[in-house]
């Protein structure tokens, strides 16, 4: 028995660099492609290990800048071979270029009925069709501010996956009705919830399995862990600017080592734990009762001192 590994990438423009007032050009700079470690990067360290990833774009800022920057993104992704699947922030519906972040919409997903979060995913899905993607079949909300409305919404527009469920992040925004230690894939609302990996960094504190978040050892362990328990599955999230410091102005050497130590640790296990798209539509087990790592005192210890110099080191601006 295989465990498939959903290796996601969130890929979007940061709303931090629009509320600096910086021109559309250097937004896309610093969010996607940031001091040279952004999509370019990833998508070339992927193509090296012949892993599979999913890059969830999401298209609203068009609404603002036009079509040409979703359109060089989802190119990128698809030229590479790579997979493109919908992610959306609904803030920038009420925005405003050059504003300075002074106009926005709501920035959870779950403030909104259930028809208008369908209106919002069916519009954003368009815009992402209009620049290039395929139709998209899976879902994460940006945030993860999803609720069991948004898992009808996709389900009546045709989605088949969504991967919003976090159980770090619950039950706020992450709102979909299920437990927060919920990791194995489950059929519902009419759609297979794919929830993000977890593993437990404190008895009874949940960490999700991201690249800013959990150490190379942490994940190396997490991935053990969920090979001798024969997991359903296992989904790891990163954003497109999560391997430069939050100014996009340099690499953030200890998350870019994350990187590539779980390209490298992916490739290596293979066997075990193939790289998965959503539209390879996985035959995995559903509703099972797969359980987080267990939380370890020295790996926390060693992640804890690594991110204390990542904090004042790496994430120092140039």
């Not at 009705?177 to 437990?200: C, N, Y």
């Amino acid at each position: 028995m295989t465990t498939p590994v959903f290796l996601t990438v969130d890929t979007e423009l940061a709303w931090r660099h629009h509320a600096a007032s910086l021109d559309v050009e250097t937004i896309f700079e610093r969010s996607l492609e940031p001091a040279g470690v952004g999509l370019a990067y990833q998508l070339d360290v992927l193509a090296r290990h012949q892993l599979k990833a999913c890059f969830f774009v999401d298209p609203l800022p068009a609404l603002l800048f036009g079509l040409d920057p979703m359109k060089r993104i989802v190119g990128a992704v698809v030229e590479a071979g790579q997979e493109v699947q919908l992610h959306l922030h609904p803030n920038w519906t009420g925005a405003a270029a050059g504003d300075g972040g002074k106009t926005y919409g709501r920035f959870e997903l779950i403030d909104f009925p259930q028809d208008q979060q369908r209106d919002l995913i069916s519009g954003a899905a368009e815009l992402l069709i209009a620049a290039g993607a395929p139709r998209p079949i899976a879902f994460r909300a940006g945030s993860y501010s999803a609720n069991d409305d948004t898992l009808r919404a996709l389900a009546s527009l045709g989605f088949a996956y969504d991967s919003s469920h976090n159980g770090a992040e619950h039950p706020w925004p992450s709102a979909i009705g299920l437990p927060a230690r919920q990791i194995a894939p489950v059929k519902r609302e009419g759609l297979i919830e794919v929830p993000v990996t977890l593993i437990e960094d404190r008895p009874g504190a949940l960490r999700n399995f991201q690249i800013c978040a959990l150490s190379a050892g942490e994940m190396a362990a997490a991935l053990d862990h969920a090979v001798a328990e024969k997991h359903a599955a296992v989904t790891i999230v990163s954003h497109s600017f999560e391997l430069a410091n939050r100014s996009g102005t340099r690499p953030n050497g200890v998350h870019v080592r994350r990187f590539d130590a779980l390209c490298g640790m992916l490739a290596e296990r293979r066997a075990d734990l193939p790289t998965m798209h959503f539209g390879d539509r996985p035959d995995f087990a559903l509703d099972r009762a797969d359980a987080p790592l267990g939380p370890n005192s020295l790996r926390t210890s060693w992640r804890r001192a690594e991110q204390l110099w990542s904090n004042m080191v790496e994430e120092r601006a140039a």
